[in-house]
Nanobody
Framework: QVQLVESGGGLVQAGGSLRLSCAFS????????MGWFRQAPGKDREFVAR????????NYADTVKGRFTISRDNGKNTVYLQMDNLKPEDTAVYYC????????????WGQGTQVTVSS
């Protein structure tokens, strides 16, 4: 019943910026904690950022803190990841995920969007 679709990935030079979007299809988007993860070839999927359902507090991996910003627009059922000062090590497939506040269903995952940062 919940579907997530990421968009906004692409190829950029080091130091550039991208904004990823995750469109949430389903009911009660505002009751879901939303997050971003990424996975590079040969590596485990790692946490990038999350934003709470209740008060929109945020949390970031140390590797992206100060460069990435997660936000949400509950009127558009969309979560964003603004990525600034991108580095080659940010190259990965980025996945959106959603965790419901009032049920044990989930987490839900999108199919991912590729981000490639050239030197």
């Amino acid at each position: 019943q919940v579907q997530l679709v990421e968009s906004g990935g692409g190829l950029v030079q080091a130091g550039g910026s991208l904004r990823l979007s995750c469109a949430f299809s389903g009911r009660a988007f505002s009751t879901y904690r939303m997050g971003w993860f990424r996975q590079a070839p040969g590596k485990d999927r790692e946490f990038v950022a999350r934003i709470a359902a209740t008060d929109s507090t945020t949390n970031y991996a140390d590797t992206v803190k100060g460069r990435f910003t997660i936000s949400r627009d509950n009127g558009k059922n969309t979560v964003y990841l603004q990525m600034d000062n991108l580095k080659p090590e940010d190259t990965a497939v980025y996945y959106c995920n959603a965790n419901p506040l009032f049920t044990t269903r989930g987490p839900y995952w999108g199919q991912g969007t590729q981000v490639t940062v050239s030197s």
